[in-house]
């Protein structure tokens, strides 16, 4: 694993190296449980105490690996100010989580000189990645609960499953055996239902569901939608990196349905190359997070959400 110096430029290399850390414990656990396997009271994505925003991209998957590994039920964060802002105080001692934001340089900014930066498509602007520090609802004293905030809508989360799965049009045919999307005829096979099982966390509707949503993560790929390409940077593991954004394309969608997402046993062959695409390349996680975010995104507003 690389070593995480204390750069402000280094946020790319420490959330990393936290999300190496949280997938290296998951496969190892006897189960495959990675940081994107929600299930419980931390089902949906994190959701920031002053915004109410959900966070996005890396920073869902770096906070659900931060909530696993310090046992935080809720996925409610915060920085210190926030926290104060709210009337609640960070307990003396609490160790902050890291987070990723983007500020925005001209070309000709002296400040976008500095490493680490991205070009936007036009090349005329640089995102410079910098380091927030959040903490957890469950380190702080004195928060309550907004109670005037109106109260979310209970939804149906297989009927929102369905609508958001019928407005993308994809062609989907049921029955057979594997789960697949098969680019050239432009169509995904999923098994019938009855051959799914659940587990102590999913029914066995809930993991035909997110199996559905990884496929049609990949279904977002074709040429005529995303067009999505990994090959000329990541060569050889094009494909792995491919399978990595379905994985986390759909266990953003299932955070976002409420649906709990549960390992592939058949995508455990693919941690030993993730790992290493990770290790090697410090913006991988980045790269599959945004583009995984995006393909989320994508699939949801056909249906205009």
């Known amino acids: ?3 995480t110096r204390t ?16 997938i290296e414990a998951g496969a190892g656990s006897g189960k495959v449980q990675l940081p994107w396997h929600r299930s419980g009271a931390s089902i949906t994505r994190p959701v920031n105490i002053a915004s109410k925003n959900a966070y996005r991209g890396v920073n869902t998957i770096a906070l659900w690996a931060a909530a696993d590994a310090h046992g935080y039920a809720h996925g409610i964060w915060g920085t210190y100010r926030q926290w104060q802002e709210r009337g609640a105080q960070v307990r003396k001692g609490e160790k902050s989580s890291l987070i990723v934001f983007y500020k925005q340089f001209d070309r000709d900014d002296d400040a976008s000189t500095d490493a680490g930066g991205d070009d936007d498509a036009n090349g005329q602007r640089r995102f410079m990645a910098r380091a927030s520090y959040v903490f957890n609802a469950a380190q702080v004293d004195g928060y309550e609960p907004d109670a005037t905030a109106p109260e979310a ?8 499953a369905d609508r958001l ?19 050239k005829s432009d169509y995904i096979a999923m098994p019938a239902q009855h051959r799914f099982t659940g587990t102590a966390t999913s029914s066995a509707t809930e993991a035909w569901y997110s ?44 955070g976002d349905l409420g649906i709990t997402a549960e390992p592939r ?12 695409i990770l290790k090697g390349d410090r913006k991988a996680i980045f790269t599959a997070a945004s583009a995984a975010n995006k393909a989320a995104e994508y699939l949801k507003s056909l249906g205009g959400a």
């Not at 790319?12 to 949280?22: G, K, M, P, R, W």
């Not at 809508?153 to 929102?160: C, H, L, N, R, V």
């Not at 799965?165 to 680019?183: H, S």
Request: proline share 4%.
């Open 7 to 22: 750069s402000r430029t280094d946020v790319y290399e420490a959330i990393t190296n936290q999300i190496i850390t949280a």
């Open 153 to 160: 809508q209970p939804i149906d989360p297989i009927a929102e």
């Open 1 to 3: 694993m690389r070593s």
């Open 165 to 183: 799965v019928a407005a993308t049009g994809a062609t989907i045919r049921i029955g057979g055996e594997e789960a697949y999307f098969a680019p």
């Open 211 to 254: 199996t559905l949503l990884h496929e049609l993560t990949h279904w977002s790929v074709h040429e005529s939608r995303l067009a999505r390409e990994f090959g000329k940077r990541f060569g050889d593991d094009a494909y792995a990196m491919e399978e990595l954004v379905a994985e986390l394309g759909a266990a953003f969608l299932c």
């Open 265 to 276: 046993p058949d995508h455990a062959a693919y941690i030993g190359h993730w790992l290493r």
